[in-house]
């Protein structure tokens, strides 16, 4: 059996699930925001033990690699290395945007047959975003865009595209064209890591464990505080 523990901390969503074999086994979730280093390792243990198996069983920890926000990619990512160090299992990092479109793909129940767009909010007008296919195939680079009326104007010429994630409320306030279609059930999700993670598992595709890092994107920037003392 090959158990494997996805961690989600890209976003204000803390996510765990653990699946056997590239099938959902369990997994819990929190949409709190600023939770992650409370929640991560608490959400992991619990699936262990609920669902009767050893850390030693496990057989791969995947990261969702960003982009998203910076400290809980960090987050998520110290945890994930922990585990991989301590039990001596492979590291597979997921494209944040890539488990998006995937995770819509299986909740999303209307007919649909055009692009997926999964964003995350980037703050101000800004969002991470990457197009893809039905088969999940990138349409696309990751990029951060600043969204106003024109943004993605020729996807929506030629196709119905599927707007979703934290950021796409950005997009609903000023895009009003036929072919957009708002959904706002498919956020950021372990769940959407199963299928990925197990394919990368089964081709091995794992990263180094010592000198992996997230995918960030944009540089973090410290804001100096403006409370006295703290600066």
Excluded: W
């Excluded at 865009?145 to 030629?158: C, K, M, P, W």
């Excluded at 464990?209 to 540089?219: D, G, I, S, T, W």
């Amino acid at each position: 059996m090959n158990y494997i523990i996805n961690i989600e901390t890209s976003t204000k969503v803390c996510g765990v699930s653990l699946c056997k074999n590239g099938k959902l086994m369990d997994q819990i979730e929190s949409k709190e925001g600023n939770s992650h280093a409370a929640n991560l390792a608490p959400f992991i243990d619990s699936l262990i033990k609920r669902n009767s198996i050893k850390y030693n069983e496990l057989s791969a920890i995947a990261i969702s690699k960003g982009p998203g926000s910076y400290t809980g990619l960090r987050i998520g990512t110290s945890t994930a290395k922990g585990l991989c160090f301590a039990l001596d299992i492979p590291l597979i990092a997921v494209n944040t945007l890539e488990s998006m479109a995937a995770h819509a793909r299986n909740i999303y129940k209307e007919d649909f047959s055009g692009i997926f767009r999964p964003m995350i909010d980037a703050r101000r007008m800004e969002v991470y975003s990457q197009a893809f296919d039905l088969k999940l195939n990138s349409l696309d680079e990751v990029k951060a865009i600043v969204v106003d009326e024109d943004s993605f104007r020729a996807e929506l010429d030629s196709s119905v595209v599927l707007f979703f994630g934290d950021g796409a409320e950005k997009c609903m306030e000023i895009i009003n064209h036929k072919n957009a279609i708002y959904f706002n059930q498919a956020e950021a999700s372990a769940l959407g890591m199963v299928e990925l993670s197990y394919s990368k598992f089964q081709k091995q595709e794992f990263e180094d464990v010592a000198y992996f890092e997230p995918f960030y994107l944009k540089e973090f920037i410290a804001a100096v505080s403006k409370v006295k003392g703290l600066r």
